[in-house]
């Protein structure tokens, strides 16, 4: 295999990822309070902006297989442009129908996006910068998700709903053609991969890369970091806040509403994980242990959600970054773990399994948090996700001690 910079395909593969969430990121933040100018009704905004998580179910497995079978250069960059193109049908249409096939081809576009774009990251890593290399990754995806929602709602108030959503296409286009001029294919680049930890002694010995309960616990922490964050997290906060602190809080001087809190809340999160995911894939490079980091990574979360819990101003404004932190970890380690662990010849299928099961955990999430909402109260709800960090915590810390003895 010849000799390359990693940068070469992360720079790419990033940029695109990045700049392909400006229009559904823009699309979550101003359908809601835009439905007349997209022509259609306060009813169907909750299907809109669901629908392209449930298609993935269907969609995920089939763009793995894909990935492990044909071009990836190729799959990556057509799912960019297909992204470009849905994003264009949002600002040129009006009405349910348009959005609504609009946002299936978001489905499609990211299914995509993000297997081909982890495969790829994947296949110019090794064992030693498999973390590093993820979590720039992973950092690119907050960052667009981030800033496609501040870029979407300033160029909404500014020039319009159609007109900010043909800017989020452009920009969506622009990375297609990035990537279609700078990133080579990287089927061949794929670096041989062994898992090795550091046992009792200090001694290095190999690990069984295709062992299925090694796969079956990173989708786990994957799975149960989805149902928690955006699944049950996102969609309460706003609830949340408005039961412990009303309406309006004076904060320095000034009052602020409960949706002014709740974005700034959630703006803090995505700001906090953006970091927490770049420091988790460092530091597992640099213990040469990944069952360690994501133990380790769960311990704000679990204390974060025990200041929700408590349900102070203090304890909200700690327990809120924590959790963060535990998020941003979760991402990026436990795809990371793929690739110590699984197979490389079906690294995208597995990748497939790994996000189904996340757009799975996700979509139920707010659905099963209103559910338990009339059994118990959201403090109460949030100590139960501290409980399900905790059951995760506790079959790491298992492996961990398994491995060592």
């Not at 193109?85 to 040129?92: D, F, K, V």
């Amino acid at each position: 295999m010849k000799s390359f910079s990693p940068w070469r395909i992360l720079l790419p593969v990033a940029i695109g990822t990045c700049l392909s969430l400006v229009g559904d990121s823009s699309l979550y933040a101003v359908l809601p309070t835009h439905t007349q100018a997209a022509g259609v009704s306060v009813v169907s905004v909750g299907i809109l902006l669901s629908v392209n998580r449930f298609v993935r179910l269907f969609l995920n497995s089939p763009a793995g297989f894909a990935y492990d079978r044909y071009s990836r250069r190729a799959l990556f960059i057509s799912a960019l442009f297909i992204g470009a193109l849905s994003t264009a049908i949002y600002g040129l249409t009006r009405g349910f129908w348009p959005l609504l096939f609009g946002r299936l081809l978001w489905g499609l576009a990211w299914s995509g996006i993000w297997v081909g774009g982890n495969s790829m990251v994947l296949d110019i890593s090794d064992d030693e910068s498999r973390g590093r290399w993820m979590g720039i990754y992973q950092f690119s995806f907050f960052l667009g998700a981030a800033g496609g929602a501040i870029i979407g709602g300033a160029l909404t108030d500014r020039l319009g709903f159609h007109q900010a959503l043909l800017v989020g296409a452009v920009l969506t286009f622009l990375g297609a053609v990035i990537a279609l001029i700078f990133l080579p294919e990287t089927r061949k680049m794929k670096r041989e991969t062994t898992e090795i930890d550091t046992d009792s002694s200090g001694d290095s010995h190999i690990k069984n890369q295709s062992d299925t309960s090694y796969f079956a616990l990173a989708t786990a922490l994957f799975g149960v970091n989805r149902l928690v964050i955006p699944g049950i997290l996102s969609s309460t906060l706003g609830i949340f806040l408005l039961q412990q602190v009303g309406e309006q809080t004076p904060i320095a001087g000034r009052s602020f509403g409960v949706a002014t809190l709740t974005g700034l809340a959630l703006g803090l999160s995505t700001l906090t994980a953006m970091v927490s995911t770049l420091l988790a894939g460092w530091i597992s490079d640099q213990i040469r242990d990944r069952w360690r980091s994501a133990a380790g990574g769960l311990v704000p979360g679990i204390f974060g959600f025990v200041c929700l819990f408590l349900g102070l101003p203090a304890t909200i404004i700690l327990g809120i970054p924590l959790v963060a932190m535990t998020s941003g970890s979760n991402q990026a380690l436990s795809t990371v773990l793929i690739g110590d662990f699984g197979n490389r010849r079906r690294q995208g299928r597995q990748l497939g399994l790994l996000f189904t099961v996340g757009d799975l955990m996700s979509a139920i999430g707010p659905p099963l948090a209103y559910a338990l909402m009339n059994l118990m109260e959201i403090n109460a709800l949030y100590l139960l996700c501290a409980g399900f960090f905790c059951v995760v915590f506790l079959v790491i810390l298992g492996r961990i001690i398994k491995g060592y003895t």
